[in-house]
């Protein structure tokens, strides 16, 4: 069964950058994308951007383009979100996730993920 260990969340000032990681075992991910997903309290969980690990194909929400970048090391089983220019919006816990063989269509739907992280908390507060 596949597990799923986030890191690098913290607390930042608005402009400032945090690098997550989503470190993936139990199995090798060429047949998953991996999924950064936001929650924010009284709020459905959101996607932020998402990457088909096994041809890179990626996805961004609008708010996150432009500012966030996401990547993968394919030798590590390793997800990064490389998010610049944070601001009070994008403050909530940040989750990953597996989607075992990913449709383009749905490649980024929360429902469709069938693994999740226990999720790191990431906060843009002066």
């Known amino acids: 069964q596949l597990q799923l260990v986030e890191s690098g969340g913290g607390l930042v000032q608005p402009g400032g950058s945090l690098r997550l990681s989503c470190v993936a075992s139990g199995g090798s991910l060429n047949n998953y994308a991996i999924g950064w997903f936001r929650q924010v309290p009284g709020k459905e969980r959101e996607s932020v951007s998402c990457?088909?690990?096994?041809?890179?194909?990626?996805y961004y929400d609008e708010s996150v383009k432009g500012r966030f970048h996401i990547s993968r090391d394919k030798a590590k089983n390793t997800v990064y979100l490389q998010m610049n220019s944070l601001n009070q919006a994008d403050t909530g816990i940040y989750y990953c996730?597996?989607?075992?063989?990913?449709?383009?269509?749905?490649?980024?739907?929360?429902?469709?993920?069938?693994?999740w992280g226990q999720g790191t908390q990431v906060t843009a507060s002066s």
């Open positions: 996730a597996a989607d075992f063989m990913p449709t383009v269509e749905y490649m980024c739907a929360a429902n469709e993920y069938d693994y």
């Open positions: 990457i088909v690990i096994s041809d890179g194909m990626t």
